[in-house]
C-alpha cells in the first residue's frame, strides 16, 4: 500500500489475485458499452444495461453513480473506485475511469470502448498492486478485506484467497 508495485527491484508474491469474471461496463449519454468476460465490446441501450446488471455484478467506476444513470436502485458490483481506495489509501484521483487512468498512469482514455478496456487494465494493475504486500501491510489489509467482506465488498474475497 505505501510501496510502488511498479519499481522493477520489488517483486511480488509470487502469486497473482486474479480478475473476476465479471463484464466490464461503462455508461455515457444513453448507452452503454460492455466487455465481456471473453473479451467482447458490445454496444447497448440503457434498458439493456438495467437488465444486465441486476443478473451479474460488473466491473465498473462509481458504482453509485451507475446506479443513478441506469435510474435504478444500487446493485453490487465491482467497483475500481473501492479497489483504488483499498490499495492506495492515501491517494487521491478523479471518480472517473479516465480520472483512474491517470492515477495509475495510463494513457486517459476517451472513446467509451477504451475506456471499457482501461477498466479492465486498471483492475488488473491495483490487483497486481497487492500483491507486494508483505508484513504489517499484508496483515492489516487481512483484516480490513475480512471487515468489508463481511459486509458484502465484492472484492474482498478475491484479496483473501490471495492471501491465505
Known amino acids: 500500500m505505501?510501496?510502488?508495485?511498479?519499481?522493477?527491484?520489488?517483486t511480488g508474491s509470487g502469486?497473482?489475485?486474479?480478475?473476476?469474471q465479471a463484464p466490464v461496463l461503462v455508461l455515457s449519454g444513453g448507452k452503454s458499452v460492455w466487455l465481456t468476460a471473453d473479451g467482447e465490446i458490445m454496444e447497448e441501450s440503457i434498458d439493456q444495461a438495467r437488465l444486465k446488471v441486476a443478473k451479474t455484478p460488473p466491473l465498473l467506476a462509481h458504482r453509485l453513480a451507475c446506479a443513478r444513470k441506469l435510474d435504478i436502485n444500487?446493485?453490487?458490483a465491482f467497483d475500481i473506485l473501492e479497489l483504488f481506495a483499498f490499495t492506495f489509501p492515501a491517494r487521491q484521483c478523479l471518480p472517473t475511469v479516465r480520472g483512474i487512468a491517470k492515477a495509475l498512469d495510463l494513457e486517459p482514455p476517451t472513446a467509451l470502448e477504451d475506456q471499457a478496456l482501461s477498466l479492465f487494465e486498471a483492475a488488473s494493475r491495483l490487483l497486481e498492486a497487492l500483491t507486494y504486500l508483505n508484513g504489517p501491510e499484508l496483515k492489516s489489509a487481512s483484516q480490513i478485506a475480512m471487515t468489508m467482506s463481511r459486509s458484502g465488498w465484492n472484492w474482498g474475497p478475491r484479496c483473501l484467497l490471495h492471501w491465505a
Request: charged fraction near 35%; avoid cysteine.
Open 74 to 76: 444500487p446493485f453490487s
Open 2 to 10: 505505501s510501496e510502488n508495485p511498479l519499481d522493477p527491484k520489488l
Open 15 to 20: 502469486r497473482e489475485i486474479r480478475l473476476p
